[in-house]
């Protein structure tokens, strides 16, 4: 089996390795700030939604790890394309977090969300996997201009089993184009578990079939996916074509607001993993180090939930777009005469759809409760 990368020891029986070249002391810091940013950014993105502020949210708490560790291994001119699990990644590269929250409230934001060419972020993707064919395109068209960016693309183990996953790896490497396949394992795809996904032992072995190198790495340990990130990216760019990385954790939350995993899982396993969890386990490293301590923490901490709040505030500022967005940014060069018949069409039927209330339906407002009858009480009825 692949031997899997780690630096940051458990705080228990696993010792730390050493830093690695490559990361200074502001290096540490700044990518726990990131690692922070992204947890607030994620738990309030969970209360907004219970709040009904926001529709149903993709949680990626646990994983932050693999998001932030693998970015800060990137250079400023590298493409990255997020599935929905890393669907805030584009903050840390200057997408404003009120525009990823309005994604989630349905909302494009004034301009229609970001776009992509400006941050280098390829467009949040639902669709499981289609979007690694692109990450391959954008960095093989790269290659062909003799540019120096590479690109890399986050995607699940469930990912592996599309046809998308093996097009875009066989692809890369018959053409040696400078891209890494980041895979989060985190074991499940929704209530698939990874022994009904594959019969590998590992994602990391899947690139032989297709002439690349495969690394595994302990996806709680940030470090090691900056590492491994950094590594596959110095080979791409010495012409050495693509890797495969395996980011090997657990998911520790529901797959997104609307799943329960107590459906389909024993919840008590979640216990093995979360003292694994990359936020506490960098700031224990850290402070080992004696480079972390409460105030710089504290501080820390405050600043992200102070960007976030903002964050908040700006995105329910944001007016409704309108249906007729969906017709905008669909082609560079205007909009075609059957595009213009279709936007004629909604504007003449389109409304806002009736809202029909559930439960108890009171009368006229006399303040007599009694008054209300329920969907029981009118089949009783008849
Ligand atoms: C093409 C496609 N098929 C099915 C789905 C429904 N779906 C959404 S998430 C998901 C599971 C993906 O699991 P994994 O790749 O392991 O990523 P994770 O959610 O664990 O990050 C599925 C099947 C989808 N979004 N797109
Ligand atoms: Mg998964």
């Not at 007729?324 to 669909?330: R, S």
Request: aromatic share 10%; charged share 25%.
């Amino acid at each position: 089996m692949t031997e899997m990368l780690r630096i940051i020891g458990d705080g228990r029986e696993i010792p730390d390795a050493p830093v690695p070249d490559g990361l200074a002391e502001k290096d540490l810091i700044e990518l726990y700030r990131w690692l922070v940013l992204l947890r607030v950014f994620d738990e309030r993105s969970v209360a907004l939604q219970r709040q009904g502020r926001i529709g149903t949210y993709a949680l990626y708490w646990g994983e932050e790890g693999t998001q932030a560790g693998a970015l800060y291994a990137c250079e400023d001119h590298d493409w990255v394309f997020p599935s929905y699990r890393q669907n805030s990644i584009g903050i840390l590269r200057g997408v404003p977090a009120s525009t990823v929250l309005a994604w989630w409230r349905g909302y494009g934001g004034d301009l229609g969300f970001y776009n992509p060419r400006d941050h280098r972020v390829g467009p949040i993707c639902v669709s499981i996997a289609t979007h690694l064919p692109h990450a391959v395109g954008v960095a093989w068209a790269a290659k062909t201009r003799g540019d120096r960016a590479a690109s890399l693309s986050w995607f699940g183990d469930g990912a592996t089993s599309e046809g998308d996953f093996h097009e875009a790896m066989n692809f890369a490497g018959v053409w040696h184009v400078p891209t890494i396949f980041f895979c989060v394992n985190n074991q499940w795809a929704i209530s698939t578990p990874y022994k009904k996904q594959t019969a590998t032992d590992t994602i990391a072995e899947k690139a032989a079939a297709y002439g690349m190198p495969g690394m595994r790495v302990d996806g709680f340990d940030p470090i090691a996916c900056w590492k491994a990130t950094r590594e596959a990216l110095d080979r791409a760019r010495a012409g050495g074509g693509p890797s495969l990385i395996e980011a090997y954790c657990y998911r520790l939350m529901p797959h997104g607001t609307a799943d329960d995993p107590r459906l389909y899982r024993d919840e008590s396993e979640k216990d093995r993993w979360m003292h694994l969890e990359p936020v506490g386990r960098m700031n224990g490293f850290l402070r080992r180090l004696g480079i972390m301590n409460d105030d710089l923490e504290a501080s820390i901490r405050d600043e992200a939930k102070s960007e976030i709040a903002d964050a908040v505030t700006q995105m329910e500022a944001m007016k409704h777009p309108g249906q007729e967005i969906l017709f905008d940014h669909t082609y560079s060069s205007g909009r075609p005469w059957n595009f213009d018949e279709g936007l004629e069409e909604l504007r003449h039927t389109a409304r806002a759809p009736e809202v029909k209330p559930v439960g108890p339906q009171p009368g006229p407002d006399t303040g007599d409760v009694s008054a209300g009858r329920t969907d029981k009480d009118r089949l009783q009825e008849g």
